[in-house]
């Protein structure tokens, strides 16, 4: 190692590790030297009900590109997650709820009675009619329904997709569509940090713009008011109470679909990403078990939220799969104070802890002595998930909360792969504070140059991150439009799958990603497109024309920076400009709000009236000095008013 900031594993941590250095070398050159080889071995960590023959069957070639695993074999994954479990471990919790109030008791949830629930809820969803490969669409709170309806549809073999409660009416309206569900599950109110979102009244708003054929079943969580449609509505757990507990799971093939999940892309609407059954299972237990270096009997808790791949991958289904006690928080991390995380660790003597760096600059800010108050000695590890950490962030979750004794471990991936890709594994691999350092078994990143996309083939390298071959747990397909799929990840340098990162890799072979190098941004780990708020802002009567930039914020990583041209005689005001944020949030959902709006009587535009977002970047950074070459505007003074009234001055 060259550098001196290293942080390699202890002796005892690697002597304990399902891997350390030399086992994690071996195995991941047995698994590129011999991909098939490698998974056949390794996918016979899932049940199957029909074993695989075929491994892979993976294509990248542009106009072709089609990605198939295990493709003979098949399975059903809440089976996996549960059933196969229940003879050694029915009575080992698997799901630890701890809801939104620390005064309401938390609950421990067995095996047992993950599996009746699921049974339950499963014949709840086939008594509406729901069947194989039916879309399915879950609004709803961190609550145990969540999991229990996930898995629902995976006992079944329909198709869950999942947005997160902080979406508006429109934005889950848009994903009902998109995918022609059949049903949405949705809850009366979602508590979080002391306040309530009212669910049941958004899908209520969402449902007006679908078809009446959706059904509509609500959990009665809060107890709270809610309007009631006969014949569309139905109460969740009164169906449940109703229902027999036994439900035979569905013989699903390893490349049916598993999940739809939207994500922001740079273009257009929010892409539904396809995850499959045999490939997505297989590659979520792996990585939790590797990465977090999860033992049974240990208490693992990823702090995210089900409507995003985290949760997906790192509550629900890796953790279930390799029949772990999994903790499912319904709260936030400042409610009711900033000490509530750590409250929670001592509470639950949480082993393994998995946030996102926004998170703990948030609770940095707070200084140490919340952290201080609780016993954290059953912590073993942290992890990062989300976006590049910054050494001052990763400094104090080491030495506060993990009191120098827990490896951390920043894992880089996608809700388009399904898995962590580039990640340490904790008693393998030395850390640096902000890299997330080395593939995972069967992956095999490459650093592309930019505009040539020639592979870099020296040690360090700096351009854009591509994989030069599929994985297991890769998406198989935007919904209903593979050729947005090609397009999105194949066609800008062909051969590979092109993530949108750019990274740098080290003189040691680590990777160092330096954000996207399109028009995403990534606002406290939530990622979004820019054009989705340009198009919201656009939508609104008094708005001719808009450009959004990420910007660096302190807390959220990236703040969303809106460039507003108003209609010709519409006075800027900063009424107009309350009234702009609050049109972004019943369009797309509060975690899109503009954190700045600059009024821009005009945009920097090339001659053929292209947006130059370089420059306005570069405003928005508060970093003009370095502007580059202006001279194929169309009219340079518009840079000059906009600087003049740039509105991030640090
Ligand atoms: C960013 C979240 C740096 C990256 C699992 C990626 C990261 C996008 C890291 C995916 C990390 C994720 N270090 N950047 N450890 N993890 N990212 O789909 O830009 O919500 O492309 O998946 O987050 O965001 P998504």
Redesign the pocket.
């Known amino acids: 190692m060259t550098d001196q900031n290293t942080y390699p594993p202890t002796k005892e941590f690697a002597a304990n590790a399902h891997a350390d250095k030399a086992t994690y070398e071996k195995m991941y050159a047995d698994s590129i030297a011999d991909p098939d080889a490698f998974w056949a071995e390794h996918g016979k960590r899932i049940d199957w009900i029909k074993p695989f023959t075929k491994v892979s069957n993976c294509d990248y070639t542009f106009g072709d590109v089609s990605i198939n695993w295990f493709e003979d074999g098949t399975l059903n994954v809440a089976a996996n997650c549960i059933d196969r479990h229940l003879e050694t471990r029915g009575d080992q919790t698997a799901i630890i709820w701890e809801p939104d109030s620390p005064d309401t008791p938390a609950q421990h949830i067995t095996y047992k009675e993950l599996h009746e629930n699921v049974c339950r809820f499963a014949n709840v969803l086939k008594f509406q009619g729901v069947g194989r490969g039916d879309r399915v669409v879950l609004y709803l709170p961190m609550i145990p329904e969540a999991a229990y309806a996930m898995l629902a549809c995976a006992r079944i073999g329909a198709v869950h997709s999942i947005v997160f409660a902080g979406f508006s009416p429109d934005a889950l309206a848009n994903r009902i569509n998109d995918c022609n569900a059949r049903v949405l599950i949705t809850a009366d109110e979602a508590p979080r940090g002391g306040r309530k979102t009212p669910l049941k009244s958004n899908a209520d708003a969402a449902l007006l713009h679908c078809s009446d054929k959706v059904k509509c079943l609500v959990v009665k969580h809060t107890g709270g008011q809610t309007t009631w449609i006969e014949d569309r509505d139905v109460d969740v757990k009164a169906e449940m109470a109703k229902a027999a507990d036994r439900c035979v799971p569905s013989e699903m093939n390893a490349e049916d679909p598993l999940f739809i999940l939207y994500?922001s892309g740079s273009t257009g609407k929010p892409k539904g990403v396809v995850h499959s059954t045999g490939g997505y299972i297989v590659y979520a237990a792996m990585t939790h078990q590797y990465t977090f270096d999860y033992h049974d009997g240990d208490v693992f808790w990823c702090t995210a939220d089900v409507g995003?791949?985290?949760g997906h991958s790192y509550i629900v289904y890796g953790p279930l799969a390799n029949g772990a006690t999994t903790v499912m928080f319904e709260g936030v991390p400042t409610y009711p104070d900033a000490g509530r995380f750590w409250a929670v660790c001592e509470k639950h003597k949480v082993n393994q802890f998995y946030t996102a760096p926004t998170a703990i600059r948030a609770l940095m800010a707070h200084g140490s002595e919340p952290v201080e108050k609780y016993d954290l000695s059953s912590l073993k590890l942290l992890g990062?998930?989300?976006?590049?950490?910054n050494p001052e962030a990763w400094n104090w979750y080491n030495d506060v909360v993990g009191k120098g004794t827990c490896p951390i471990v920043?894992?880089?991936?996608?809700?388009?792969t399904g898995g962590h890709l580039l990640t340490p594994l904790p008693g393998a691999t030395a850390t640096k504070p902000g890299s997330?350092t080395l593939p995972f078994f069967g992956v095999e990143p490459v650093v592309l140059d930019a505009q040539s996309g020639e592979e870099i083939t020296t040690t360090e390298a700096e351009g854009v991150l591509c994989f030069k071959k599929s994985w297991p747990g890769q998406m198989r397909t935007v919904y209903g439009d593979h050729e947005r799929f090609e397009k999105t990840y194949f066609a800008d340098y062909k051969g590979y799958y092109f993530?949108?990162?750019g990274c740098r890799r080290d003189e040691d072979g680590y990777y160092w990603?330096t954000?996207?190098v399109d028009d995403v941004i990534?606002v406290s780990g939530?990622?979004m497109g820019t054009a989705e708020v340009e198009s919201a802002l656009v939508a609104h009567a008094q708005v001719a024309e808009a450009a959004v930039v990420g910007y660096p914020h302190d807390i959220k990583g990236q703040g969303i920076y809106a460039y507003v041209t108003l209609m010709n005689g519409v006075e800027p005001s900063d009424e107009l400009r309350k009234d702009l944020e609050k049109w972004v949030r019943t369009e797309i959902g509060p975690i899109a709000k503009p954190d700045l709006i600059q009024w821009a009587p005009g945009l920097p535009k090339t001659r053929s009236g292209k947006i130059m977002r370089r420059i306005l970047r570069k405003i928005a950074e508060d970093d003009f000095g370095a502007l580059g070459d202006t001279s194929t505007l169309a009219d340079p003074s518009v840079v000059d008013e906009l600087i003049e009234n740039r509105m991030n001055r640090s």
């Open positions: 994500t995003w791949v985290t990062t998930v989300g976006e590049p950490i920043d894992t880089w991936w996608q809700t388009e997330a993530a949108g990162d990603i954000g996207r990534n939530h990622r």
